[in-house]
Nanobody, 123 residues
């Protein structure tokens, strides 16, 4: 099982990026997907998740109203649309999957991880 993450880069404060997490070797339909991030010198933290069935979502407070997680099962891809970016959003962003289970903010409850994509918010 593999993820290919893309869409990271350098953006100015207030700008937008869309991260993609494309699955290879399995069908995302049956997986709850989470996005996590790790800033330099800090622990990895939960950002957002989307449930495998029904599509309900959950966000950490710091990104509510700015980030949107979505999925396109036909493309076997999950997205994280990030608007109104702030310097404190700078981190390596990871997608992760847990099979046929509900939403979770807990890193250890996700079984499969991508390699990460760097997001840098700076003027």
């Amino acid at each position: 099982l593999q993820f290919v993450e893309s869409g990271g880069g350098l953006v100015q404060p207030g700008g937008s990026l869309r991260l993609s997490c494309a699955a290879s070797g399995f069908t995302l339909d049956y997986y709850t997907i989470g996005w996590f991030r790790q800033a330099p010198g800090k622990e990895r933290e939960f950002v957002a998740a989307i449930r495998w069935s029904g599509g309900s979502t959950y966000y950490v407070d710091s990104v509510k109203g700015r980030f949107t997680i979505s999925r396109d099962n036909a493309k076997n891809t999950v997205y994280l649309q990030m608007n109104s970016l702030k310097p404190e959003d700078t981190a390596v962003y990871y997608c992760a999957a847990r099979p046929r289970l509900g939403l979770s903010m807990v890193e250890s409850e996700y079984d499969y991880w991508g390699q990460g994509t760097q997001v840098t918010v700076s003027s």
